[in-house]
């Protein structure tokens, strides 16, 4: 059987909990207002004159608060996602506008999972480098960065390994920062509770693409297998598609069929393959021995 390749999918979960990423970076207290600098313009900011090639951290972040920064960050608020060309406008205007703002984290974040769904992964990732240089704990654009890497692979993908070792790291560092993460204001215990197993299950997920990607396919089982328990309403297919190919080729052809039904379960284009590949996988098993789990 021929296998399609592995799509990006996830789109449902990345416009979803939108919430976790810009509650966590801003719990610190405002800075006071300050008086425009000379030359400066109100309601535009500008790099520190002390040191400007100072990089930006969230502890650097001390811009001028003025209605004008808080007029623009309501009106990117105000944008629902459903009406993404506007509301990336929004989030391309303010931090042109104010890139010194304490918002900036929360505005790229969106910017982030904007490009994700549009399938603009060079922007995807360009965008998620600068939030995570100012904000490096953010435990979802880590893990949807590190899951979306070794799924966009082809076969001229430059540094590849490079490439799967900067997606092993971020998923890897989601994983650590999740258990210890306060519980934002605002947002409920279930609802805090849901996006953090679906962000942990973006991370178990890159980490099997990585193994699967390695030839690695005992780990990459491992992990696929954490990845579809952590998310309950698990839906991605690539997944359960790629859970089943390892499973294959460890020789777990019983795992193999199950994974690929589960594949096939889920509307859309992967239905097809993932059909052939549990017929494929009931045939093997009936003419191979099969591993021990």
């Known amino acids: 059987m021929k296998r399609s390749g592995a799509g990006i999918g996830r789109l449902s979960l990345v416009l ?14 405002a800075p006071q207002q300050q008086a425009p600098q000379p030359g400066q313009t109100p309601g535009q900011q500008q790099p520190n004159s002390a040191n400007p090639n100072a990089p930006l951290t969230l502890d650097t972040l001390a811009p001028p608060v003025n209605a004008e920064e808080e007029a623009a960050l309501k009106n990117f608020h105000d944008v629902t996602p459903q009406d993404a060309d506007k509301k990336d406008q929004a989030a391309e205007e303010f ?18 999972r904007s490009a994700y769904t549009r399938g603009q992964i060079d922007k995807m990732e360009a965008t998620a480098d600068k939030e995570l240089a100012i904000y490096p704990n ?3 654009t880590l893990a949807l960065v590190g899951t979306t890497l070794p799924r966009a692979m082809n076969a001229s993908t430059p540094e590849p390994q490079k490439r ?3 997606a092993e790291e971020y998923c890897q560092k989601a994983l650590d920062i999740l258990p210890t993460l306060p519980k934002p204001e605002g947002l409920t215990d279930e609802n805090f509770q849901q996006v953090k197993g679906e962000t942990s299950s973006m991370a178990y997920s890159g980490l099997g ?3 699967f990607r390695r030839g690695k396919y005992a780990d ?30 460890t020789s777990h052809f019983d795992d193999a069929v199950a994974a690929f039904n589960k594949c096939a379960e889920i509307p859309g284009k992967m239905q097809t393959p993932c059909t052939q590949g549990a017929d494929e996988a009931k045939k093997m098993g009936a003419t191979q021995l099969s591993a021990p789990k």
């Open 16 to 29: 979803a909990a939108s919430a976790l990423s810009a509650a966590i970076a801003f719990g610190q207290a």
């Open 95 to 112: 931090v042109q506008k104010y890139p010194l703002s304490r918002h900036l984290p929360e505005v790229y974040n969106w910017m982030v």
């Open 138 to 140: 953010d435990p979802q």
């Open 164 to 166: 799967l070792a900067k």
């Open 209 to 211: 693409l990585v193994a």
């Open 220 to 249: 990459a089982i491992s992990n696929l297998e954490k990845a579809v328990k952590a998310d309950p309403q698990h839906s991605d297919p690539v997944d359960y598609y790629v859970l089943g190919i390892a499973d294959e080729k």
